[in-house]
């Protein structure tokens, strides 16, 4: 078991639980299964999460299972949004003026495109009019049940 302070050391597979996108994985530490399932990234490094417990470097219910396990445990925990990636936020549904958008030399205000706001959050175009474009600042997962495949390699004392 996994204590505040400790670090912990853990392989996961993270898939959506419910919907039409049931079972589609939006990340993992292992290589084989980012490239079986499409989500594989040359930039990124595929080895074991180290994170430190009680920090919320992870989402809370991926780190409220780490603290139950024992190290070399597996298991599959489901975690609904407010564990997971908040719930869905109607308010961080933002429209700016076109040329607002269009005037920064990073955006070019098309419906898909991330942009970041002046206070440093980022958020996905999801609609583009001739007077307008809507930015959601809501993580990609908001509102939606999750679940991760997790084995505790190591829980370590740093220090």
Excluded at 45 to 50: H, I, N, Q, T
Aim: net charge negative; glycine share 10%.
């Amino acid at each position: 078991m996994s204590r505040d302070g400790e670090i912990a050391v853990v392989h996961f597979t993270g898939r959506v639980a419910e919907g039409e996108d049931a079972g589609a994985v939006f990340d993992t530490t292992d290589v084989d299964v980012a490239l079986e399932e499409g989500v594989y990234h040359d930039h990124r490094d595929y080895k074991p999460l180290e994170f430190r417990v009680g920090e919320g470097h992870v989402v809370d219910g991926l780190e409220d299972a780490v603290v139950e396990m024992a190290v070399g445990e597996e298991r599959t925990v489901r975690i609904d949004p407010e564990r997971a990636f908040g719930e869905y936020d109607e308010s961080a549904v933002v429209e700016f003026p076109r040329q607002e958008i269009e005037s920064r030399s990073d955006a070019t205000a098309q419906a898909g495109e991330l942009v970041r706001a002046e206070n440093g959050e980022t958020g996905w175009i999801t609609d583009v009019d001739d007077e307008t474009v809507t930015v959601d600042f809501n993580h990609e997962l908001a509102g939606v049940p999750v679940e991760f495949d997790v084995k505790l390699l190591d829980a370590y004392e740093d220090g």
